[in-house]
T-cell receptor, first 116, second 114 residues
Framework: SAVISQKPSRDICQRGTSLTIQCQVD?????MFWYRQQPGQSLTLIAT?????????ESGFVIDKFPISRPNLTFSTLTVSNMSPEDSSIYLC?????????????FGSGTRLTVV | GENVEQHPSTLSVQEGDSAVIKCTYS??????FPWYKQELGKRPQLIID?????GEKKDQRIAVTLNKTAKHFSLHITETQPEDSAVYFC?????????????FGKGTLLTVNP
């Protein structure tokens, strides 16, 4: 399965500022996914990022708040903009499995964000 | 959209006993059902998955069953060990097309008591 490097692993940020999270994959993948996991909760999909097109956002998430870049098939960034304490969560990127028959999803190690 | 319900939210068993976690899904077009294990402070790890063309899949002490008619699937862990203690998430997605996004259940905190 793909190996994902995600950084930063954690950060403490001031409200009103922005943080950009990076996700690097060791192989080319068509789709990359960004999830949010609030403390003690399940994973919620923020958006799907395809190379060469705008990201597709889920209900409740907007591009102005969570802009995403996908410049190539191995890299993506998620920015959390104008942060508030409610944005304190773990943010994870995920990629589909490689190969036409394998749909196992792999997750990055996550970014633990605390907004103060 | 898809909705995945997971039960129970917490489960405590004695070491050596079996544990069963159940999920239901709403979208009959979903055809891929993975299970993830998440230890405290770590990323979710895929432990087993099943596709809609099979009814059961086993991997050592772990098995998953799928009932497409009833739209539910279950995770079975036999001979539980303390290291099985974690949060388990079920998920569902539709393979094919251009969107493989996963919808997760709310998770089950499994505690295996020595």
């Amino acid at each position: 399965s793909a190996v994902i490097s995600q950084k930063p692993s954690r950060d403490i940020c001031q409200r009103g500022t922005s943080l950009t999270i990076q996700c690097q994959v060791d192989s080319q993948v068509t789709m990359m996914f960004w999830y949010r996991q609030q403390p003690g909760q399940s994973l919620t999909l923020i958006a799907t990022a395809n190379q060469g097109s705008e990201a597709t956002y889920e209900s409740g998430f907007v591009i102005d708040k969570f802009p995403i870049s996908r410049p190539n098939l191995t890299f993506s960034t998620l920015t959390v903009s104008n942060m508030s304490p409610e944005d304190s969560s773990i943010y994870l990127c995920s990629v589909e499995g490689t190969g036409s028959l394998e749909i196992g999803y792999t997750f990055g190690s996550g970014t633990r964000l605390t907004v103060v | 959209g898809e909705n995945v319900e997971q039960h129970p939210s917490t489960l405590s068993v004695q070491e050596g006993d079996s544990a069963v976690i159940k999920c239901t899904y709403s979208d009959s077009a979903s055809n891929y059902f993975p299970w993830y294990k998440q230890e405290l402070g770590k990323r979710p790890q895929l432990i087993i998955d099943i596709r809609s063309n099979v009814g059961e899949k086993k991997d050592q002490r772990i098995a998953v069953t799928l009932n497409k008619t009833a739209k539910h699937f279950s995770l079975h862990i036999t001979e539980t060990q303390p290291e099985d203690s974690a949060v388990y998430f079920c998920a569902a997605s539709k393979s094919g097309g251009s969107n493989y996004k996963l919808t997760f259940g709310k998770g089950t905190l499994l505690t295996v008591n020595p």
